[in-house]
């Protein structure tokens, strides 16, 4: 078992930044591949981006790429999530997931374990 907690959500305004974290326990965390998911209320689950288990190899959406940034810190048995220029449209609840294998992915069906999110409300 994994076992994940998402902090760092909040309120902030439109241009701003937070950082989300994920920590981890249960089973070497080194081992995991790890993404980062969002939920907007009436809105389908979304990715947002990924991290292979060394951490070598990030992939993001297109609708983050360049203002969020992906990694990890196995030592500590945590990921992050920075998420600078913040917009409206990024206000979701954000969730951690693990998956068995090194690899990232965009698929969340890939992975087998879930945080119980955090939210996140960017302000125009």
């Known amino acids: 078992q994994v076992q994940l907690v998402e902090s760092g959500g909040g309120l902030v305004q439109a241009g701003g930044s937070l950082r989300l974290s994920c920590a981890a326990s249960g089973r070497t965390f080194s081992n995991y591949g790890m993404g980062w998911f969002r939920q907007a209320p009436g809105k389908e689950r979304e990715f947002v981006a990924t991290?292979?288990?060394?951490?070598?190899?990030?992939y993001y959406a297109s609708s983050v790429k360049g203002r969020f940034t992906i990694s990890r810190d196995n030592a500590k048995n945590t990921m992050y999530l920075q998420m600078n220029s913040l917009k409206p449209e990024d206000t979701a609840v954000y969730y951690c997931?693990?998956?068995?294998?090194?690899?990232?992915?965009?698929?969340?069906?890939?992975?087998?374990?879930w945080g119980q999110g955090t939210q996140v409300t960017v302000s125009s």
């Open positions: 991290i292979t288990a060394s951490g070598a190899n990030t």
């Open positions: 997931a693990a998956r068995f294998r090194s690899g990232g992915s965009f698929d969340g069906r890939d992975y087998s374990y």
